[in-house]
């Protein structure tokens, strides 16, 4: 069960790895989202990621575009739509039993960046499980 004690670290590792990996316009990506936008995004989304506040983290949407990351209200009214449009999306364009297949995505980029490791932290390969604690949410198309 350390994968559960641990979903808060690999998502704070998740987003310092994209936020070197992936630059963006609108609020900028550091190392967390300090602050967030409320302005729909008009670009596709190609994955998401939920951030909980741990000062000075704020609670956020981090939502993946092919031009960056943005830092997005939770609360925005859109978000939420946006959100249920694209797991049905990528509910319709994946296969559960196909786990195993890795194309370039939000998952990819995070999983290739981090050097590999015997350790007890473990970062999921492409083959591994992708669950998160309760409070956190992590989700990225398979169509890229």
């Known amino acids: 069960f350390k994968m559960v004690k ?21 609020v900028k ?7 967030v936008a409320n302005k729909k995004i008009a670009e596709p989304i190609l994955g998401y990621l939920v951030q909980k506040a741990n000062a000075p983290c704020v609670n956020a949407v981090i939502f993946q575009t092919q031009s960056g990351l943005f830092c ?5 009214p859109w ?4 959100i249920v449009a ?3 999306a990528k509910a319709q364009s994946t ?9 370039v995505s939000l998952l990819s980029i995070i999983t290739s960046t981090a050097s590999p490791s015997s350790s007890s932290m473990a970062l999921p390969s492409s083959s591994a499980t992708s669950e998160m604690s309760a409070g956190e949410t992590f989700s990225e198309s398979k169509n890229e």
Request: glycine share 8%; charged share 5%.
């Open 86 to 88: 694209f797991e049905k």
């Open 79 to 82: 978000v939420l739509a946006t």
């Open 72 to 76: 997005i209200n939770g609360r925005a």
């Open 29 to 35: 990506l550091a190392s967390c989202c300090t602050s």
């Open 95 to 103: 296969t559960p039993s196909v786990a195993t297949t890795s194309p």
């Open 6 to 26: 641990s979903g808060s670290l690999f998502a704070l590792v998740a987003v310092v790895l994209l936020a070197v990996a992936v630059s963006g316009s609108g």
